[in-house]
């Protein structure tokens, strides 16, 4: 049976376009001329896929795409705009879109990217965005099963891939992730976190060294480079790099060779490079501190790890996940949280994210009493002292109604949280200009924490 396109939009003309695309494709295309009339529709089933333009009177394309999740989980959704943005992709993604395609699209494009939902839906959770993987990580959350999808896809290229988010947040483990899915698994997979050593065992440890290069080398070594040569090479922190390391590490991705210390002669190396950093890239270039060729470079394919306040839905089963974990490793059976103290859990912000939240529950695993149920006074003292506040503010919110709604509230709150712009602009993951830009858009004369700003 051929593929079942239901395609939403409120202009009558680029409706029929696409309708026809589809269909010359080999498809068959439903039309629908608003959000309403869309769900109205879906009511019947049939229906494979959607593809909705975002912008349209009444339900906008977003609140379309939230009310097929809530009924249709299952469903692929992807949306079209003339308005798109780096920012409302994410957003879209966060809320569990597909993908997002702008105006004037591919007409290729648009079809391998349906083809491409189709399939992944028909997998099922085996199919990519699995509830939880064999490396660790956990996706019940719309933007974390997002985050898959988008690494499923790019595992098996050979781009260098940058990888972002807050501290804790699991970039390690993504790394690994990314690899055991590549043409390289089984391959050697190096992990070095570049903030752990100062420049000189830094450089040593990365390009390796001959014998007698520095006081110390008594032998010659291979660095990391070299024992990741047919694999990959995962470098976490790298926004700490100095100025010279820099350079080299440009070296290395340019002519894919390095040079051991203490000697002029080349040495080929085949590897993929992953890379992570825990501040804004953007940043930095904008600060000198970062060089913009390597950002370049390194930025093959950007994926960001949302914090563990933003995908809620993965706290549960990321405590069972731990709870299993250490119960075992300290002989601990039959251990469960009760209801109060998971409540409480669920409305606590974690500030150090999935690392935080492990540490946690280790602690909770080494000090349950004997009756193996963990309650609300086996639970930390931060966690009692925030009881709730992360659950309560977006309740206290109202529901965004846009697309342009919803970016406005993210960086309000993000101004409520933050002491500084450039905490802000780090935080919501953008460049300081661009912040100010967005600032100016909004009309938002509100500095961090209350604070006014300067409109000049």
């Known amino acids: 049976m051929s593929l079942r396109v239901l395609v939403v939009d409120d202009q009558r003309s680029p409706r029929r376009s696409l309708g026809l695309l589809l269909k010359n494709a080999g498809m068959q295309a439903g039309e629908a001329a608003s959000g309403e009339e869309a769900l109205t529709a879906l009511k019947d089933g049939g229906y494979d896929l959607i593809v909705s333009d975002l912008r349209m009177d009444g339900m906008s394309g977003i609140d379309l795409l939230r009310e097929v999740k809530n009924r249709f989980p299952q469903l692929p959704v ?32 648009v079809l391998e990217k349906i083809q491409q939902a189709h399939a992944l839906a028909q997998a099922g959770p085996a199919g990519g965005a699995a509830a939880v993987t064999d490396g660790g990580l956990i996706a019940n959350s719309p933007v974390m099963r997002g985050v898959l999808i988008r690494t499923e896809r790019i595992a098996g290229t050979e781009l260098s891939i940058l990888i972002t988010g807050e501290t804790g947040t699991g970039k390690s483990l993504l790394a690994r992730y990314i690899h055991e899915r590549s043409q390289r698994a089984g391959k050697t997979f190096v992990s070095l976190n570049c903030a752990s050593l100062p420049e000189q065992l830094l450089e040593s440890e ?24 047919g694999g990959t090479i995962f470098l976490d922190e790298i926004d700490t790099l100095t100025p010279a390391i820099q350079a080299k590490l440009l070296s290395v991705l340019q002519d894919r060779e390095i ?74 059976s039959g251990l469960s949280l ?43 003292e931060e966690v009692l002292q925030q009881s709730g506040r992360a659950a309560e503010e977006p ?28 905490e802000v602009a780090r935080n919501l993951g953008i460049g300081r200009t661009t ?5 100016r858009q909004y009309n938002i004369s509100r500095g961090p924490r209350g604070t006014s700003r300067s409109r000049s």
Request: aromatic share 10%.
């Open 435 to 439: 912040l100010w830009r967005k600032l």
């Open 206 to 229: 990365l390009f390796g060294h001959a014998k007698g290069s520095f006081t110390g080398a008594s032998e010659t070594r291979k660095g990391l480079f070299e024992e990741a040569d």
């Open 395 to 422: 309740a206290r919110r109202e529901q965004p109604t846009s697309l342009a709604e919803n970016e406005q509230q993210v960086i309000e709150a993000a101004l409520e949280r933050y002491d500084s712009l450039t």
């Open 259 to 332: 040079r051991r210390l203490g000697t002029n002669q080349p040495r080929k190396v085949d590897i993929r490079v992953i890379t992570a950093a825990n501040r804004d890239l953007s940043i930095l270039i904008e600060n000198g501190e970062f060089r913009p060729d390597l950002y370049y470079r390194v930025n093959g394919y950007h994926i960001n790890l949302p914090p563990l306040r933003d995908r809620v839905e993965d706290i549960e089963q990321l405590l069972t996940h731990f709870l299993d974990k250490y119960a075992a490793r300290y002989g601990r």
């Open 338 to 380: 009760s209801d109060a103290a998971l409540q409480r859990l669920l409305g606590y912000a974690f500030p150090g994210n999935v690392r935080q939240l492990e540490t946690m529950v280790e602690q909770m695993v080494v000090f349950a009493d004997d009756s193996g149920v963990i309650d609300l006074d086996a639970l930390p």
């Open 78 to 109: 992807i949306l079209i705009t003339a308005y798109g943005s780096i920012e409302s992709a994410v957003e879209a993604m966060r809320l569990g879109a597909y993908d997002y395609l702008t105006k004037p699209f591919d007409e290729d494009e």
